[in-house]
């Protein structure tokens, strides 16, 4: 049996995800509006006991047309694994669109026309869901979670427990790997002290243990087959990176993504 | 508000969708497994009158995992708007997989195991939706109508108007365009004659108009947004190709597909 993620199929996500903005909220100066928005991954079913916030969608995402799908988004699914959390889950991200530029995200990080669209999204979320937990991925997720508790009255009310970790990519990003590396298992070890007791209803009741100084191959959990649509290939969720942004100009190489299959992975 | 199509989710085709056939059904030499089924386009939620047989999906279909979504799907969608048909069809492959080679679709048009899944589909197509006629693009599709209608009891009680026309990328595989494009228009011009009186519940009554002795840019019809996946960009719908298989050999060709932005459908 081949497990698939539906999608958007009912409401209150239905009237979300057909009134989207677009190039009016978000400037193409600032965002790949072209490869058009990616909305989730995960429970859109009522079920999701933790809500993830990411920031945004990369290429892999922009095929899949799902969020946190990329090869470092496995320590994401590492970390839901450690709280018990296999399954009842739901993410969305701080931008529907991929940042473009190193300013892109920063310039947006309090753009109120783009947080009311992720706020509606956020209200959706905790009035459908019994969310215990809300897990921010780096500062500008920490920011719109923020944002979404000043927005209205349920923000709010929401009483769960909110916890930032530094984001899954920092020590990619990083001239001292190790550094980075020792960093983000601190912040992720201070994430699940937070998160673990307030998951009361995990999908595995675990003992909680705590990261070492690094994350290695087995702190890494495959994203499910269920939670990508129907037909895809297993290996868009294999560890290797299989998109990647290529061109001779600029021009072409925002137009352009590279999808090749991972030589170990052909059957041919 | 911008339209998309949920996909499969809802019976039958969720259990179809959930138990297709892999490699032991569809062999590698012959079918571009590694690219996953691609299923349908249209509407799977009852209330298609025209069912539409194709061959297979391509490297545009791979992305879109939609099936008849190339540019010159358009001609498929023009022919249906002939028939006042603008929303109210499905449409389904002969195969789930993309052909590899010249031979693999010819060599496996009567495989008992690709038909055994295939005719499921009908079955349920034509059980789900007052389906009033059949059309298949194609040799290979009006095989596997055939195989289908002696299959079982709900082919065989099928009482719709069926019609095989020249497949829509003929001109395209043949030596003499203008008398290829001849040829599809005389066929395409009976397949109107013999369907268009059998749409009894069109979506917008036309009068039938033939087809001039080629195929014109007035008579091409985009794919509507309401049968892509939400949030794909609207050029992935344009009249323009913009996903093609390059590598510098064989292997990498098959392992590869580039997604290119058309030029003058850039924001950027």
């Given amino acids: 049996m081949h497990e698939f993620d539906p999608g958007v199929v009912r409401e209150p996500y239905l009237s979300l995800a057909r009134d989207f903005p677009g ?8 965002f790949r509006t072209e490869w058009g ?13 933790v809500l ?20 470092a988004d496995r320590r994401v699914q590492g970390f ?15 931008f529907l669109y991929s940042v473009f530029g190193q300013q892109g995200g920063q310039a947006h990080a309090e753009d109120p026309e783009i947080a009311k669209y992720r706020n ?12 215990e937990a809300v897990i921010a991925l780096g500062s500008l997720a920490g920011t719109a979670f923020g944002m979404w508790r000043e927005s209205g009255p349920i923000g709010a009310a929401f009483d769960g427990t909110f ?17 980075a590396m020792a960093r983000l298992t601190a912040s992720w070890n201070e994430g699940l002290e937070a998160l673990h007791p307030a998951v009361s209803h995990p999908d595995h009741a675990r003992q909680l243990v705590p990261y070492g100084p690094e994350l290695t191959a087995g702190d890494l959990t495959p994203v499910p087959a269920a939670d990508f649509p129907l037909g895809l290939p297993d290996w868009m969720r294999s560890e290797q990176p299989w998109a990647v942004r290529t ?20 059957p041919f």
């Fill in 23 to 30: 190039e009016d909220v978000y400037p193409t100066d600032d």
């Fill in 37 to 49: 928005p990616v909305f989730h991954r995960g429970r859109l079913d009522g079920t999701a006991r």
């Fill in 52 to 71: 993830v916030i990411g920031q945004d969608p990369a290429q892999h995402e922009a095929i899949v047309r799902r969020i946190l799908v990329g090869t």
């Fill in 80 to 94: 839901l694994a450690r709280l018990g959390i296999d399954r009842s889950y739901v993410m969305v991200n701080t």
């Fill in 120 to 131: 509606s999204w956020l209200d959706a979320l905790v009035t459908d869901n019994e969310v």
């Fill in 163 to 179: 916890h930032k970790i530094i984001h899954p990519t920092f020590p990619e990003s990083s001239g001292d790997h190790a550094a």
């Fill in 247 to 266: 061109g001779a100009t600029a021009a072409e190489k925002r137009a352009t993504v590279v999808v090749t299959i991972p030589p170990d992975l052909r």
